[in-house]
C-alpha cells in the first residue's frame, strides 16, 4: 500500500496532473584508480546535466558515493548486484514522470550515443550496476512527510538500497504485503532515521537486435523476481547500520526473499571533490 500524503487540489482533474513518480535510473559506478577527481568532475559538470537532467521527462537527480567506510559495511559477502561486494563508489539516482517513461528512455538512450559519438563519454570507469526501475509503492514514518518525488531534493543524509530476490512464484505485490506488516516497524519505527521506504522492480530490457550500450552496464537488472528497497535516512547510514541488518535478517526469515545487496551512501557535496580521496 503506498501510503503517499495529500496533495492540495482545487479540483480532480488537477490532482490528476500532479507531478508523480514512475521510474528510475540508478547506476553504481566506480572510477579508475588515478581519475577519481576527474570521473568526479566529468559526471558532476557535465554528464549529470547533459546525459539525463536536460532530457524530457526526468524532474530530479541527486549523487551519491560509498566510501570505504560505507562499503566496508556491505553485506552479504556473496552480492551479485555489486560483485565484488564493495564495487561501485558513486552512485547517481533519478525520477522519471509516471507515464511518460518511453519517452524519456527513449531520448536517453540516442543521447548516450550522441555524447559518446561526439567524445563526452569518460572511459576510466566502470560500471558496477546500472538499471531501470519502474516504481512500485512507497511507505513513509511521518503522517506529513517529504514525498517520494521531492526526496532527491530534500539532500537527505544517507540513503541505503536493499536488493533483493524474490522466492519463486512470490509477486512483489506480497512482499509488499509483508513489509506493511512486519519490515515496516523495522526500518520506520516512531524512532526512526528512516524517513522514506521506496520499493522498486528492476525493467528488464528489450533492446532492438544489434543495439547495446556503448559501455558495459555491470551486472544488469537480474531476474524477474528481483525488487529493491531504497530508503532515505536521516543519518549517515553507518549509524543506523544495525536497523538494516535487523530488517535483512527479517527478510530472510520470511521465506518470501532473500537479500541480495545491503549498500549505504552519503549525498555527494556539490561542485567539490570532497570523498574522491576515500574511496578505496
Known amino acids: 500500500m503506498t501510503d503517499r500524503p495529500d496533495v492540495?487540489?482545487?479540483n480532480e482533474d488537477a490532482l490528476?496532473?500532479?507531478v508523480e513518480?514512475?521510474?528510475m535510473l540508478y547506476t553504481l559506478v566506480d572510477p579508475h584508480r588515478g581519475f577519481e577527481t576527474a570521473y568526479n568532475r566529468w559526471y558532476e559538470r557535465?554528464?549529470?546535466y547533459a546525459g539525463c537532467m536536460i532530457g524530457p521527462w526526468l524532474f530530479a537527480g541527486g549523487r551519491w558515493v560509498a566510501t570505504r567506510r560505507l562499503k566496508n559495511l556491505r553485506f552479504p559477502a556473496s552480492a551479485t548486484v555489486a560483485s565484488p561486494v564493495d564495487a561501485g563508489s558513486y552512485l547517481a539516482t533519478y525520477w522519471v514522470h509516471r507515464h511518460h517513461e518511453a519517452e524519456c528512455f527513449s531520448w536517453?538512450?540516442?543521447q548516450v550515443h550522441r555524447l559518446y559519438n561526439g567524445g563526452r563519454g569518460f572511459d576510466e570507469r566502470s560500471h558496477a550496476h546500472t538499471a531501470l526501475y519502474t516504481h512500485q509503492q512507497d511507505h513513509y514514518r511521518d503522517a506529513d512527510p517529504v514525498p517520494v518525488e521531492l526526496a532527491l531534493d530534500h539532500r537527505y543524509r544517507g540513503l541505503v538500497s536493499v536488493h533483493v530476490?524474490?522466492?519463486e512464484g512470490v509477486k512483489h505485490p506480497v512482499l509488499d504485503e509483508w513489509f506493511t506488516a512486519t519490515g515496516r516497524?523495522?526500518?520506520l519505527g516512531a524512532d526512526s532515521p528512516v524517513a522514506i521506504v521506496s520499493m522498486w522492480r528492476p525493467i528488464i530490457p528489450r533492446l532492438p537486435e544489434g543495439e547495446q550500450a556503448p559501455m558495459p552496464l555491470g551486472s544488469g537488472p537480474g531476474t524477474p523476481q528481483r525488487s529493491m528497497f531504497l530508503a532515505f535516512i536521516e543519518c549517515d547510514p553507518e549509524e543506523c547500520w544495525d536497523r538494516i541488518h535487523a530488517f535483512a535478517e527479517a527478510v530472510n526469515a520470511s521465506g518470501l526473499a532473500t537479500v541480495?545487496?545491503?549498500a549505504g551512501f552519503i549525498p555527494t557535496i556539490i561542485g567539490t571533490d570532497i570523498y574522491s580521496d576515500e574511496l578505496w
Open 8 to 10: 492540495p487540489s482545487a
Open 16 to 18: 490528476d496532473a500532479r
Open 21 to 23: 513518480l514512475g521510474a
Open 46 to 48: 557535465d554528464h549529470f
Open 108 to 110: 536517453s538512450t540516442a
Open 165 to 167: 530476490d524474490r522466492a
Open 185 to 187: 516497524e523495522i526500518l
Open 260 to 262: 541480495n545487496l545491503a
